[in-house]
Every structure is written in C-alpha cells, then in structure tokens.
C-alpha cells in the first residue's frame, strides 16, 4: 500500500503570509495528487487535483506543484478563512490513501 | 446539484452491527463508484471500501481493518449506497463520510459524515 507523508504536522503562520505543505509519497504516484482542505465538524474540501489542477472556485493563492513522489501544497497571502487541517491524498491506487493532515494555525 | 446524506450512524456495543445509508441525489447514481472514508475523533482519514458501479460488475473492494466485518452495497433503484458493519469494535468509532467516486479518482463530492461511537 502507498503511504502517504506530510510535513510539517502543525504550522503557525500568520495573516498575509506565504505558506507550503509539503506531501511525501512512498512509490511514485505519477501526477494522481489532491489536496482537501478540513474545517473541524466538515468534511474535506477539494483544493486542487492532479498536482496542480485548482478545483471550481478554489482561489487563486492555492497551488500545488511536484511529481513523483514528492509534493506540495502553497498558499501565497493567508487569509483568516484557510486556517485549517490540510490533507494531501493519492488516487493512483483505489485505496486512495491520505496523508496525515496538517494543521495550519494562527501565530 | 450533487447531494450525498448520510443516515444510520449512533451509539453500538462492542460486538453488534449497525447498517448505515448513503441517500445520493443530482447525478445518475448507477454510473459511479461509491466510496466510503471515516475519521476517528483527531485523526485523518481512513479508507473503508468501495462499491463499483454495476458497468464494473458492482464488485467490493476493503481496506484491511474492515476487511471481513464490513460490507458495502448499493441499491441503484433508490439511489442509496450502504454499509453494513458488523462485530463493530471500540476502534470503529469515527465519523464516516459517503463519497462518490472510487479512492482511484479526485473525491469532489462528499457527505455531511454520519458518527458512529462504538462503546459499552
């Protein structure tokens, strides 16, 4: 099964600050790479599919960049809406593994 | 607009089962694979299983700590999705979440979770 890595675990940052997740995989998972945003009580956003691709009215500070088996996830100015958990995930197999989720919270 | 409701979720003793539904609405429910994740309470997300669609013979896939208790159906005439969890375990407990689509795609579309608590 493919294992998924994030880091770091916590990040405290603060509003207007330029931000990166990174996503380690153990094998290759070619581009098949998401990022969900959680809020606590909700479920999982959609922010960006295949690597870098940005979902339907996901805003333009969210991008996501890498290959094989290393990743990231960057928000370029915070803003008091994108503190939460972020969690990246592979869909190159049908487990569909996520990492372990990263929290972003205010400095 | 694409809807997924999850119902059925409650408290269960160690050792009983539970059936929760999955009511889906604004698509054509037959031509997709449905998903089901949980989270435990402060931890990620974990791969429960999914049912293809009957296209792909409507065929069950599991992940390992399931594998064996719990069972995904579907009933594409009512446009549900269903897992059936049996000899549920304290360990069980999570909120799960009914998705569309197989761990395989981009999961765009999910539920509000349902929460099952697992507990003597």
């Known amino acids: 099964d493919i294992q998924m890595t994030q880091s770091p675990s916590t990040l405290s940052a603060s509003v207007g600050d330029r931000v990166t997740i990174t996503c380690r995989a153990s094998q290759t998972i070619s581009g098949w790479l998401a990022w969900y945003q959680q809020k606590p009580g909700k479920a999982p956003k959609l922010l960006i599919y295949?690597?870098?691709g940005l979902d339907t009215g996901v805003p333009s500070r969210f991008s996501g960049s890498g290959s094989g088996t290393e990743f990231s996830l960057t928000i370029s100015s915070l803003q008091p809406d994108d503190f939460a958990t972020y969690y990246c995930?592979?869909?190159?197999?049908?487990?569909?593994?996520f990492g372990q989720g990263t929290k972003l919270e205010i400095k | 607009e694409v809807q997924l409701v999850e119902s059925g979720g409650g408290l269960v003793q160690p050792g009983r089962s539970l059936r929760l539904s999955c009511t889906a609405s604004?698509?054509?429910?037959?031509?997709?694979?449905m998903s089901w994740f949980r989270q435990a309470p402060g931890k990620g997300l974990e791969w429960v299983g999914f049912?293809?669609?009957?296209?792909?013979?409507?065929?069950?896939d599991y992940g390992a700590s399931v594998k064996g208790r719990f069972t995904i159906s579907r009933d594409d005439s009512k446009t549900i999705a269903y897992l059936q969890m049996n000899s549920l375990k304290t360990e069980d407990t999570a909120v799960y979440y009914c998705?569309?689509?197989?761990?395989?795609?981009?999961?765009?579309?999910w539920g509000q979770g349902t929460l099952v608590t697992v507990s003597s």
């Open positions: 995930q592979q869909y190159k197999t049908f487990s569909g593994t």
């Open positions: 049912i293809r669609s009957k296209a792909y013979g409507g065929t069950t």
């Open positions: 604004g698509f054509t429910f037959g031509d997709y694979a």
């Open positions: 998705i569309r689509g197989a761990g395989a795609n981009v999961l765009r579309y």
């Open positions: 295949e690597t870098s």
